[in-house]
């Protein structure tokens, strides 16, 4: 198993710790700890010497207090327009700080950096959207996290998180084992309804490697039957590797670039050993952003590009429609009110926008689609981004965050949120619970399946009788 430094604690066994953490039920033995820490001052002052570049530095120095960021935030929004929720006044009373006193803080002072840095920012960048000197408050909070990360001041979940990266390459405790059998038990469970069905593992030269997040197979194995029941209608040669499989980065939200480096280096070792034509990751924002989009220069390829073209599954599911290798009954596309929630990660940071629309033209009666307002690169977090939905110490805070997100839903007065997103489905899902506004909530996959036009050949043969 890997060994290393995890936070500001003793070079320790990474699954010796993580099981430590695991034991420790709500973190309440955790935060506890976490009031005793010392502050590195030492190693955060190299830290900012070897990575606080002039990029960070203008950024800090050249805000002009203009505003703009706060009508952006959502966060500033839902919490009464309070000026300390303001995107400009959180960089600089945080990360600022640091910076100004050359790491010179206290272990008081960091934890307050903590709670603004994972209960008043999902990196959603729809501030930065809307900057005048394109100051990108994301990718600051980002690089906050990562100082706050190397001190032992992060949240337990996501420090959970970032140790199953270490030890398993995955954001959950899934082995390759594990992993093998979900598969094959998926394709057993689909081979009556979808006859010649396979979940091929590890073939190399396919035209598609397919990656995806690790709930699926630890929570809701059902999506992987659903992506193989689609590459399957649509003719696809595709793969999963046996490893490298796991798209996902808690350990992005958590700040551990060394656990990002390691779990995205795994992704691209398994594409160069099998080699596919193009790779299409899950229905997932910030797996995309972190495998697709800053992966590649956390591992320095020097391209700033995975291996092979890899694409989102919004991409793919647009080219199967369009050019009719998937083909939808006319009469199953929808017909009740129905809204689409832009994830940020693919849609603001990537330009999908177009792309999902696309795909509610083939699957929505146009009469029934109703645009959230605003939407599209304008659109609002889910409220869940971030790590946000999984830390139970700011739970409080993210079910205030969720009320943006309820009140541009219950505007469309749509029945059915279309979230080709974890995080999206997740918050979607929570928001329904927490406010009861009766909307159902649904992934790409079970929607197609249950319209797509399936070709005889396709379909079980009936007996006689």
């Known amino acids: 198993m890997p060994e290393g430094k995890l936070c500001n604690r003793k070079p320790i066994n990474t699954e010796e710790y993580l099981q430590q953490v695991l034991s420790d039920t709500g973190g309440k033995a955790y935060y506890k700890e976490m009031e005793e820490l010392d502050v590195d001052v030492e190693k955060l002052q190299a830290s900012l010497k070897a990575t606080l570049k002039s990029r960070f530095k203008t950024w800090l120095e050249m805000c002009a207090h203009c505003g703009l960021c706060a009508d952006a935030c959502f966060l500033y929004e839902v919490n009464d327009r309070d000026p300390k929720q303001v995107p400009a006044y959180k960089i600089q009373s945080t990360l600022g700080e640091i910076v100004k006193k050359n790491g010179k803080v206290t272990n008081e002072f960091l934890r307050h950096c903590m709670d603004v840095a994972w209960s008043q920012c999902t990196c959603c960048n729809r501030c930065g959207h809307y900057c005048p000197h394109g100051i990108d408050m994301g990718v600051m909070f980002g690089y906050l996290r990562g100082l706050l990360y190397s001190q032992g001041f992060v949240p337990w979940e996501l420090k959970i998180g970032a140790g199953m990266h270490r030890v398993y390459r995955a954001q959950m405790n899934v082995t390759t084992e594990d992993w093998v059998e979900t598969c094959e038990w998926m394709a057993e469970e689909s081979e009556e309804e979808w006859p010649g069905l396979t979940i091929p593992i590890d073939v190399e030269d396919a035209d598609i490697m397919y990656t995806l997040n690790a709930r699926e197979a630890k929570h809701y194995p059902e999506d992987i039957a659903e992506a193989a029941i689609l590459f399957h209608l649509t003719g696809e040669n595709w793969t999963m590797p046996s490893e490298g499989w796991e798209q996902t980065s808690l350990a992005m939200f958590a700040g551990d670039w060394e656990a990002c480096t390691m779990q995205v280096q795994t992704v691209y070792d ?94 929505v009666e146009p009469e029934y689609f109703r645009e959230m307002s605003p939407n599209r690169e304008h659109n609002y977090c889910c409220g869940g981004g971030g790590g946000f939905n999984g830390v139970g110490k700011y739970r409080p805070q993210r079910n205030v965050a969720l009320e943006k997100k309820r009140d541009q839903i219950l505007a469309t007065g749509a029945e059915l949120v279309i979230a080709p997103c974890h995080n999206c489905w997740d918050a979607i899902r929570d928001l329904e619970e927490e406010f009861e506004i009766g909307i159902k909530w649904s992934f790409l996959k079970p929607l197609l399946i249950e319209m797509a036009i399936v070709p005889d050949h396709l379909k079980p043969v009936e007996d006689d009788e």
Not at 288 to 297: F, K, L, S
Not at 311 to 327: M, N, P, Q, S
């Open 270 to 363: 398994a594409i160069e050993r099998l080699r596919p034509k193009r790779v299409v990751g899950t229905e997932c924002g910030h797996a995309h952003r972190a495998t697709v989009i800053e992966g590649p220069y956390w591992v320095g390829r020097p391209d700033g590009l995975p291996p092979r073209p890899y694409i989102h599954y919004v991409e793919w599911v647009a080219e199967v429609l369009r050019t009719g290798r998937l083909k939808i009954d006319p009469a199953k596309k929808l017909k009740k009110p129905v809204t689409l929630q832009d994830s940020c990660n693919y849609v603001r940071n990537h330009g999908l926008a177009s792309i999902t629309r696309e795909i509610m033209s083939y699957i």
